[in-house]
């Protein structure tokens, strides 16, 4: 198998930075605001702040990437998000940090997440001469990455460094996004994709979320993070008071349960291209969606924390794995100067989703009782696999992938070319 080239290394080491960095403020901007407030709705407006960016300029987002060249919007987006840092981490030294001020941040953050995230999305491929298999192992490693930085190492250390001070964990994300913009303005220079000539930026934003709602393919790979989304934010939602009050764990108990999760999680990233390998692509997709629906009844039917640990471990490694094989698959099949927009419309779909799910478990949590949302995610969960399975099947996998290799090919006419975005015959 061949190696993955040079410039991913340094991507990979990139974005691990980043997602260090992301860990220590996504646990440092919450408790930031506990310090300013306890009115819960204010402590909402700062969480909620990180999520409009997505809603509001998805598409139109990757309408810009695909204009834009993609290595310079990274290393551009992230020199400007270690400037912005700078703001709240002077305002917190001066004693003159506010909710507001916060909430805009928060915002900031997140709209230079959005640039950065759908431009590293569309350059990987350009990167690694859309191997699909180059891809899939490319994938598993930022993922598992992004998951070890984020997930493990980021949100105790942004608690320890604002035991420091207010401004220090502020002060190490800037940092982190400095380190970021150095190394991916090194990266090798990618042939920029032609523009449409003369084509309005909002036509070119409609074109790209036409392209995902009129291939059934796609359209499957984009449905299923954003069903996935309404379940996941239904059980996360009560998850915590699930825990203490059915499971009997404190704070402690409850952060070993996200533990378990997020172990399960690189695991499944570890195994995906095996999965892919065994199963076909279109197989493998199917059966992790219905991992990820059988591990959550078997949460809501959990008798004590250590089942209830080992089903979010398995529901972790099947959202692992599908978060390595849907990407990839993507990737190999979308014509590279449409990668952006594509890219930004399914990421939109599942943000969109995620508020729908947190008052879904609130209500059902209300109504009924603490287990009721995570039955209910369960059944999304497997509806959604059932309704997905022909729409993802392996044989419309092997017909995409064709296509796309022609398209980059016109010459290859062989049918049979070994590709590893993997196609078992159903």
Known sequence: MAKLPTGFGRLWTAQTVSSLGDGVTHAALPLLALTLTRDP???????????????????????????????????????????????????????????????????????????????????????????????????????????????????????????????????????????SALLVRSLPAVPRPAASARESLLRQARAGASYVFRDRLLLGLALRPAVGNVAFLAVETVLALFARERLGVGAFGFGLLLTAEATGGLLGAGIASFLGRRLGTGTALTCTAAIEGLAILGLASA????????????????????????????QAIVPAHLMGRVASTSRMLAMCAAPFGAFLGGWLATTYDLSTPLYAAAGLLLTMTAVTATMTSNRRVETALRSARLQADPADQHPTKESAVHTTSR
């Open 303 to 330: 008798p004590n924390p250590y089942v209830a640990g080992l089903a979010l471990a398995v529901c972790g490694a099947g959202m692992g794995a599908t978060m390595v094989l849907g990407p990839s698959l993507r």
């Open 41 to 179: 709705m204010a402590l909402a407006v700062v969480a909620a702040a990180g999520t409009l960016p997505w809603l509001l300029f998805g598409v139109l987002g990757g309408a810009l990437v695909d204009r834009w060249d993609r290595r310079r919007t990274m290393w551009v987006t992230d020199a400007a998000r270690a400037v912005l840092l700078a703001i709240p981490a002077a305002a917190a030294a001066l004693d003159v940090l506010s909710i507001p001020l916060l909430a805009a941040v928060a915002f900031l953050l997140a709209l230079g997440g959005l640039f950065f995230d759908t431009a590293a999305t569309a350059y990987l491929p350009d990167l690694l001469g859309r191997d699909p298999a180059q891809l899939e192992r490319a994938n598993a490693r930022l993922r598992g990455a992004q998951t070890a930085a984020s997930g493990f190492a980021g949100p105790p250390a942004g608690s320890a460094l604002l035991a420091l001070g207010r401004s220090v964990p502020l002060l190490a994300d800037a940092v982190s996004f400095a380190l």
